[in-house]
């Protein structure tokens, strides 16, 4: 009597499923690995209040602002003399640049066209962060920022002009110092600046020390 047997090779399924599993689970581990490095350092609590000077030139004095509206700790500043058009936009404190761009659109006021039409949101504008979860906003620039996304930027130094993009009616600064997740009091050489809330029209006035090695 004959038998016969199967010709069929043997199946490498099984090695194949195993090298698949192994290659899932270090793909998994490695999401993991890069959401840790993401996440974790957002949820370690702020450092300390860097020294935040005004972003304007050194020795000028310029009135600070908000009004009902304008969203809490939010500061509007205008120099207090002379043309507001294309006055040099300063960092408050040393940090890397994260963002350089528009916010929303530009719209048409210039120095030329004042009453031009507005656009929205806060047209030029840069985000620095200055270490420790600290950051700060710099918006509606007359145009596109000086500098560049990672670029490493001193206190003091220019990013931009003083303009009108975006949602705005006149040429100023729309500035916002901000903690972690949140937007805080601004302060100024060490000294809390007082707009908080946007429930009245409040205005101080401040003099800069965003001065060379001040």
Not at 29 to 52: D, E, H, S, T
Request: proline share 8%; with cysteine.
């Amino acid at each position: 009597m004959t038998t016969s047997r199967s010709t069929r090779p043997l199946s490498n399924d099984r090695p194949t499923r195993r090298i698949l599993r192994i290659a899932l689970a270090l793909g998994a581990l490695g999401a993991l690995v890069a959401v840790a490095i993401v996440v974790v350092p957002l949820l370690r609590p702020p450092g300390p209040r860097p020294l935040f000077q005004l972003p304007v030139a050194c020795g000028e004095t310029w009135q600070l602002g908000t009004y009902p509206g304008h969203d809490d700790y939010d500061v509007d500043l205008f120099p207090a003399e002379g043309e507001a058009w294309g006055r040099p936009v300063l960092a408050s404190y040393a940090g890397t640049v994260t963002v350089a761009g528009i916010n929303g659109s530009l719209g048409g006021r210039t120095p030329q066209d004042p009453d031009g039409p507005r656009g929205r949101g806060g047209g030029y504008w840069v985000k620095i962060d200055h270490g420790g979860r600290w950051e700060t906003q710099y918006l509606h620039l007359l145009e596109p920022p000086l500098v560049r996304v990672g670029q490493e930027v001193a206190q003091g130094e220019q990013i931009g002009k003083l303009g009108s993009t975006g949602n705005s009616g006149a040429p100023h600064l729309h500035y916002e110092q901000r903690r972690g997740w949140e937007k805080v009091e601004t302060h100024f050489d060490g000294e809390p600046s007082g707009i908080t809330t946007d429930d009245r029209e409040y205005t101080v006035r401040r003099t800069s020390n965003n001065c060379a090695g001040g």
